[in-house]
């Protein structure tokens, strides 16, 4: 179907960006799980890989996806950044498509149409104070 | 003496084969966004909690990521090999409907997997005998209605080799 891409046996990873100190190279971990064979539960097991990001665009705790390359690009480098998932501090439900942060959406908290009756008289009060005091000087 | 845990069953082995969500090939890694609160993320909680285990059993080479609380809306997300990505909204299902849908768009259909029960059965001979792992009894000892193993149950005077010779060296 696509260009043979051998060398990795990972063609595509989802993993958290752990380190972006070398240049044009984010460090990713990758967590996949892996059954104990005694106990019969997953476990997370944590492997590092190196991808390369050309335009140094990921900051440490994003979550990226990675693509193999077709071949290696140096020693350690297999990957490539495909996509940003999650932005750190700006995460975007895919769903709805709005900024969201936690469990509540970021986009309703700085709406001026919100604002009570009692909150903008209090506001054009303080206003009118203001304007006051800067006659006076 | 019981197992330890809140449902100790999702750790055994009868339960993990009873997973019946094979993904295709296609698939490469899935991600499943749910919060830890919250009625919505209710099937998605339960879903990671019941279903999981089974779908990483059957899939041992898809990655599976989980994350808690960072969107509103609880998801699933699957990164196939052509670069596609699919997007599974879960808000209000419960973890069957979920598992499901699931199979139903990414699963292999119950064809797929008798025809690759079939073609795994072709390869191995039931009937010839040898080490377990590459056939399916050791000797014709361990079948019922045969000459049970000697080891076991000494064989009749009449079987014995040395009987045998003695009574030919007689006559």
């Known amino acids: 179907m ?42 997370n097991k944590r ?45 975007i439900d895919p769903i709805t ?39 006076d000087k | 003496m019981p197992m330890k845990g809140r449902f100790p069953i999702r750790r ?18 899935m991600t499943v966004n749910y919060n830890t609160a919250g009625e919505l993320s209710e099937g998605a909680r339960k879903f990671v909690f019941f279903n999981i285990p089974q779908i990483q059993y059957k899939n041992p080479w898809v990655q599976i990521m989980l994350f808690k609380n960072m969107t509103p809306s609880p998801f699933l997300r699957f990164y196939l090999d052509n670069g596609e990505q699919v997007l599974v909204d879960v808000e209000d299902k419960t973890n069957k409907e979920i598992t499901e849908h699931i199979k139903k768009i990414l699963g292999k259909s119950k064809e797929t997997l008798e025809k690759e029960e079939k ?11 040898g080490p377990k792992k590459y056939h399916l009894r050791e000797c014709m000892c361990e079948i019922e209605g045969q000459v049970p193993c000697p080891a076991i149950v000494p064989l009749p005077k009449e079987m014995r080799g040395k009987y045998k010779t003695a009574m030919k060296n007689e006559a």
């Not at chain 1, 891409?5 to 984010?26: D, E, F, N």
């Not at chain 2, 055994?12 to 890694?29: I, M, W």
């Open chain 1, 2 to 43: 696509s260009i043979p891409r051998g060398a990795v046996h990972a063609k595509w990873i989802v993993g958290r960006v752990i380190g972006t100190k070398m240049q044009k190279t984010a460090k990713v971990r990758v967590t996949r799980l892996v059954l104990d064979p005694y106990l019969l539960k997953f476990f």
């Open chain 1, 47 to 91: 492997k590092t890989y190196f991808a390369h990001d050309p335009l140094q665009q990921c900051v440490v705790g994003d979550i990226v996806l990675l693509k193999a390359l077709p071949e290696r690009r140096s020693k350690h480098v297999k990957h490539e950044l495909a996509e940003i998932v999650f932005k750190v501090g700006n995460v």
């Open chain 1, 97 to 135: 498509g709005k900024p969201c942060a936690g469990t509540r959406f970021l986009e309703n908290l700085s709406d001026s149409e919100n604002l009570t009756e009692a909150d903008t008289t209090y506001l054009s009060e303080k206003l009118q104070e203001l304007k006051v005091c800067s006659t």
């Open chain 2, 12 to 29: 055994t082995l009868r339960y993990l084969s009873q997973g019946d969500v094979v993904f295709k090939s296609a698939v490469k890694v």
């Open chain 2, 119 to 129: 073609e795994r059965k072709k390869l191995s001979h039931p009937a010839t005998f």
